[in-house]
């Protein structure tokens, strides 16, 4: 009687109008229990019918993950894993639960994703590979469910489809390719500590993927899409120990850059971000071995990054600036490059200035400091002083983090030593000798800091003018003060900035 109760309502729920009295007579709490159920034909029925009601009503969906409702629906998907009907019901409803946070919330502390990973397996249709897709996809959104994911091992299931899928020119199999790149950008976006199952799996099928189809196979949208993000998930190995730096040279090797980089062009305009932000971390990882900064230099990567510029989307700003960072990092070349683009050094001047984006902002100054420390050209210093950059290096030595004082500190140094007279207007403008005094009279001050302040000290001395400003401004005594400071590094560099100033050398 309850089975065939249960029968109808699953029916009637599909009529709008009935719906609502099913709402009404509040009948969703009565079905819950049911879930309970041994009797396969029962739970099909009670599920269908709390399906239909909840559907596209928040507010009673919240109200069935509230009374419990999540546990039920993971152990049917658990018991019944065989039962192609109740599965998929089961889905439907995770589907239509999994976008809210107390539904996540609920499954992390479940065995869903081992679920869901087996079902992905298994799955032979595209309708339930879709459905799949989508309940995996937001419920990646949650860190404690994105571990769960891997330890279940869903990069290589995912790392199975695209496989299977290579090559296909339909429609439906590139949609379910588009859904696994996706998770996999999710996947990637995330703080995982223990990726290396996840990367040898894509590295894995990368290497097939070479192996069957060839190089030139890459020009197909297909392989683009596949080679792309394989590429993106490979870059996870160097995460791992230095040994995986070969993983990351064979993708330069493969040629892929650009094919990622017409990717990125693509996207600039898009309100999704996730693959711009994904693409661009794995060229900032891509760019940590000098052997792969060097090849990417020689085929232009700097330049063609850089019409990125023109995004708006502070998470892709910082991605790009922070991929910039690293392909400069070491690399005269590429400050020079970086250093003399003025497209470039108007934007990051723009960003240095950007408050509301603290990471943005920060970033923004560190490129600029990264620029000048590894640049040996006077046309870059002066390119980045006729930018109106020069003051906002100067702003950064008092940052509150002492990475970024010293960054700062040692490329105005660099830069001094270069091109001291482009500079001095600006040095005397923004009271940098000023601002060094404070530094070295803080007793906050980092010793490093205080080493370093001491080192553009001694560049500054070699312009007349800055010299009376230090002299003026009775730095002298401060030295003498250092000269007994418990920093042995600090006490050398107030001795040799002393000698400097007393004109002993």
Known sequence: CAVKAAQVLSEIAKNEEMKKRCIEADLVPTLIPLLESTDQEMLLHAGRAIGRICYDNRELQEELVKVGVITPLVRVLTDYAESEPLVHVDLLALCNLADLDTAKEALSKTKVAEQLVKQLRRAENHERLEIIFEVLQALAENDALKVQLVEAGVQEVLSEILMRLQGSSQAENTCIVKAASDLIVSLLLGDLKDVKDYAKAIVSVLSRHENTQGKDSLNSQ????????????????????????????????????????????????????????????????????????????????????????????????????????????????????????????????????????????????????????????????????????????????????????????????????????????????????????????????????????????????????????????????????????????????????????????
Not at 268 to 277: G, L, M, P
């Open 222 to 505: 297909f392989a683009l899409l596949m080679s792309t993000i394989l590429f993106l998930t490979s870059l996870n190995c160097l995460v791992l120990p230095l040994s995986s730096d070969g993983n990351c040279v064979r993708m330069v090797q493969l040629g892929v850059i650009h094919q990622l980089l017409d990717l990125l062009e693509k996207h600039v305009e898009s309100e999704d971000i996730s693959v711009q932000r994904a693409a661009l971390s794995a060229l900032r990882n891509l760019a940590i071995p000098v052997v792969s900064k060097v090849q990417m230099l020689e085929e232009g990567v700097a330049e063609r990054i850089q019409t990125l510029l023109r995004s708006e989307m502070p998470p892709v700003q910082f991605k790009l600036l922070e991929t910039l960072r690293m392909l400069a990092d070491g690399q005269a070349d590429a400050a020079e490059i970086l250093g003399q683009d003025p497209m470039l050094l108007n934007r990051l001047v723009q960003w240095c200035s950007a408050k509301d984006h603290t990471g943005v902002h920060g970033e923004a100054n560190r490129l600029l400091a990264s620029i000048l420390h590894h640049n040996r050209s006077q046309e870059v210093v002066k390119a980045i002083q006729e930018a109106q950059g020069v003051k906002h290096l100067i702003s950064m030595t008092t940052s509150e983090h002492a990475a970024m004082q010293n960054e700062a500190l040692n490329a105005l140094t660099i830069a001094s030593t270069i091109n001291l007279e482009t500079l001095e207007e600006s040095f005397k403008e923004s009271q940098l000798v000023q601002s060094l005094h404070k530094l070295l009279q803080d007793d906050n001050t980092s010793p490093e800091v205080k080493y370093n302040s001491m080192g553009l000290l001694c560049s500054l001395l070699n312009s007349g003018d800055l010299r009376q400003e230090i002299e003026e401004d009775k730095i002298k005594e401060t030295l003498e003060q250092l000269c007994s400071h418990s920093n042995v590094n600090v006490v050398k560099e107030a001795v040799t900035t002393l000698q400097i100033l007393r004109g002993e050398t």
